[in-house]
């Protein structure tokens, strides 16, 4: 068999996004953005979301098909996030991506989001190597996966107990009195910043709570204590330097992430450590986990920076994954599934 030609979807959030992957290759990759709508209410509204994703369907499809010089014919399957997102902006994607197969008479994968995060590495890396560890950092996930047969099996070693490091990011930056979202803005200032200026938490690390989860990841209480520090200097009449904020929660954030994936690679014999979701764009984040590994001799792959953020080529990569690994298609009348748990790749 040919390469498989794969039309990937993503509809998940406040991206619609639709890509054209055939093998390894992006042939194409056209991602529309409702963000700017959401800004001035400080977070993501999923209503006005979902009609973004509804105006913006066709238009973003019918571009990745241009942009490839290929028609739906020219395509093998169609693959689309049916979850973990958003209920209404998932519904928007699949019914999109539902109809679309029914009308090409190609088969339709419904796809896990989050597992799609770490499949795109493969278009810049090549093939996953047996006993690969992946840490997810993204908006709502922060989780480590052994990745021992992708997309066969895939097991979840550490998961967030609460706060996800972006949302950690995001309700620091609303306190500093950033736009929405937070998490850039963080970035540029820590790069000016000291990073041991100011004492945060590493959740999780310490005592009987960091021996009973070795791999699992906590930032609501780093968000607390840095919100606690920024409201006792404000009381005591103190500039709050913003710089040096940022760059200690950065560096603690980073550390955690780093140490705790070094010891999963350690504890699964893996070389290989594969990095995805849109926190990993985090510039303090890649430096750390970089270094890290080549302290471990672990090789990091973390994705070019438009591979991080949600996009139609990690929809479409998982895609060529499944058809490649002979997965049977979602049935017509899957449902979309706004928790879907990490060990689900396909429905």
Same mark, same amino acid.
């Given at each position: 068999?040919?390469?498989?030609?794969?039309?990937?979807? #993503?509809?998940?959030?406040? #991206?619609?996004?639709?890509?054209?992957?055939?093998?390894?290759?992006?042939?194409?990759?056209?991602?529309?953005?409702?963000? +700017?709508?959401?800004?001035?209410?400080?977070?993501?509204? %999923?209503? *006005?979301?979902?009609?973004?994703?509804?105006?913006?369907?066709?238009?973003?499809?019918?571009?990745?098909?241009?942009?490839?010089?290929?028609?739906?014919?020219?395509?093998?399957?169609?693959?689309?996030?049916?979850?973990?997102? @958003?209920?209404?902006?998932?519904?928007?994607?699949?019914?999109?991506?539902?109809? @679309?197969?029914?009308?090409?008479?190609?088969?339709?994968?419904?796809?896990?989001?989050?597992?799609?995060?770490?499949?795109?590495?493969?278009?810049?890396?090549?093939?996953?190597?047996?006993?690969?560890?992946?840490?997810?950092?993204?908006?709502?996930?922060?989780?480590?996966?052994?990745? #021992?047969?992708?997309?066969?099996?895939?097991?979840?070693?550490?998961?967030?107990?609460?706060?996800?490091?972006?949302?950690?990011?995001?309700?620091?930056?609303?306190?500093?009195?950033?736009?929405? %979202?937070?998490?850039?803005?963080?970035?540029?200032?820590?790069?000016?910043?000291?990073?041991?200026? *100011?004492?945060?938490?590493?959740?999780?690390?310490?005592?009987?709570?960091?021996?009973?989860?070795?791999?699992?990841?906590?930032?609501?209480?780093?968000?607390?204590?840095?919100?606690?520090?920024?409201?006792?200097?404000?009381?005591?009449?103190?500039?709050?330097?913003?710089?040096?904020?940022?760059?200690?929660?950065?560096?603690?954030?980073?550390?955690?992430?780093?140490?705790?994936?070094?010891?999963?690679?350690?504890?699964?014999?893996?070389?290989? @450590?594969?990095?995805?979701?849109?926190?990993?764009?985090?510039?303090?984040?890649?430096?750390?986990?970089?270094?890290?590994?080549?302290?471990?001799?672990? +090789?990091?792959?973390?994705?070019?920076?438009?591979?991080?953020?949600?996009?139609?080529?990690?929809?479409?990569?998982?895609?060529?994954?499944?058809? #490649?690994?002979?997965?049977?298609?979602?049935? %017509?009348?899957?449902?979309?599934?706004?928790?879907?748990?990490?060990?689900?790749?396909?429905?």
């Amino acid at each position: 068999m040919s390469e498989p030609i794969v039309l990937g979807i #993503e509809s998940t959030c406040d #991206e619609t996004a639709a890509a054209i992957v055939q093998g390894r290759t992006l042939l194409s990759n056209v991602v529309a953005s409702s963000m +700017e709508e959401h800004a001035r209410y400080g977070g993501v509204i %999923p209503e *006005i979301a979902s009609r973004a994703h509804a105006e913006a369907f066709v238009p973003c499809v019918s571009k990745a098909l241009a942009d490839a010089n290929m028609t739906l014919a020219d395509v093998d399957a169609v693959a689309v996030s049916a979850g973990p997102g @958003l209920a209404g902006c998932l519904a928007v994607g699949v019914s999109g991506a539902k109809a @679309l197969a029914w009308a090409s008479g190609k088969p339709l994968y419904g796809i896990n989001h989050v597992i799609g995060h770490i499949a795109v590495t493969q278009l810049q890396f090549g093939a996953f190597p047996p006993d690969t560890l992946a840490l997810i950092v993204s908006g709502g996930h922060t989780s480590l996966l052994h990745v #021992e047969d992708m997309p066969r099996k895939i097991d979840v070693v550490g998961t967030t107990l609460d706060d996800a490091a972006g949302e950690c990011f995001d309700k620091v930056a609303r306190l500093l009195g950033f736009p929405y %979202p937070g998490g850039p803005h963080i970035d540029r200032h820590a790069q000016h910043g000291d990073p041991h200026a *100011i004492r945060v938490p590493q959740g999780l690390t310490q005592g009987k709570a960091g021996a009973a989860h070795p791999y699992d990841f906590s930032f609501s209480g780093v968000k607390t204590a840095v919100a606690r520090w920024v409201e006792s200097e404000q009381a005591d009449g103190r500039e709050i330097p913003v710089d040096d904020v940022c760059a200690s929660l950065a560096d603690s954030v980073a550390t955690v992430l780093a140490r705790k994936a070094m010891r999963g690679c350690e504890q699964y014999d893996s070389n290989t @450590l594969i990095v995805g979701g849109g926190f990993s764009a985090n510039s303090q984040l890649r430096a750390k986990l970089l270094e890290y590994g080549e302290k471990h001799g672990v +090789e990091v792959r973390i994705p070019q920076i438009k591979l991080c953020t949600d996009n139609g080529a990690m929809v479409a990569m998982l895609g060529v994954n499944l058809v #490649e690994a002979g997965v049977a298609p979602s049935a %017509p009348d899957f449902a979309i599934d706004s928790a879907m748990p990490l060990t689900k790749v396909s429905m």
